[in-house]
């Protein structure tokens, strides 16, 4: 299953994705950001959305297309 990238190098520790995440497929281990659970992740991209620094990046384009 796909998820979002994560550059643990750019991971500044804070903990926003952590928060934002729905599923608490997010966790700090040693002040980095790592997926647990990745089979939980929605794809909402909120995690990607809030991280300051780079360090998430989703690797997939989600298309709503209006009928």
Known sequence: MLTPQIAPEKCTG?????GVCQND????????????????????????????AGAISCPFEIILDEF
Not at 32 to 47: D, K, M, Q, R
């Open 14 to 18: 804070c903990g926003l994705c952590v």
């Open 25 to 52: 497929g997010l966790h700090l281990v040693n002040r980095v950001v790592v997926f647990i659970g990745e089979s939980a992740c929605t794809w909402c991209g909120l995690c990607e959305a809030v991280c300051a």
